[in-house]
């Protein structure tokens, strides 16, 4: 019944952009800070970003740092990762999670207890 669902990745050349999506259901997302986690084959999961419940407080890895904004849609009960500026190293499947309360949000992923299944993006020639 509490369900994420994430949207958007695909394939996108060096340098280009990508816009993902993650729309929730059975809960309200402001409420919650949310977490978008990447993890490539045979590589550790890594904390992107995050925004934090209510004020929408946001945080990033220093990897992503001035190319990737997150954001919050109340309306329509979803949080969106613009990415610009892809790399090579940004190939991964991404994951966005939820933790109830969290007003300054965290990148421990173990901590977030909703996940959705994640959606690949490739960034490749």
Not at 50 to 62: E, L, M, P, Q, V
């Amino acid at each position: 019944q509490l369900q994420l669902v994430e949207s958007g990745g695909g394939l996108v050349q060096p340098g280009g952009s990508l816009r993902l999506s993650c729309a929730a259901s059975g809960f309200t997302l402001a409420n919650y800070a949310i977490g978008w986690f990447r993890q490539a084959p045979g590589k550790e999961r890594e904390g992107v970003s995050c925004i934090g419940s209510r004020a929408g407080i946001t945080n990033y890895a220093d990897s992503v740092k001035g190319r990737f904004t997150i954001t919050r849609d109340n309306a329509k009960n979803t949080v969106y990762l613009q990415m610009n500026s892809l790399k090579s190293e940004d190939t991964a499947v991404y994951y966005c999670a939820a933790v109830l309360g969290q007003y300054v949000c965290h990148d421990r992923g173990n901590e977030y207890g909703y996940w959705g299944r994640g959606t690949q993006v490739t960034v490749s020639s």
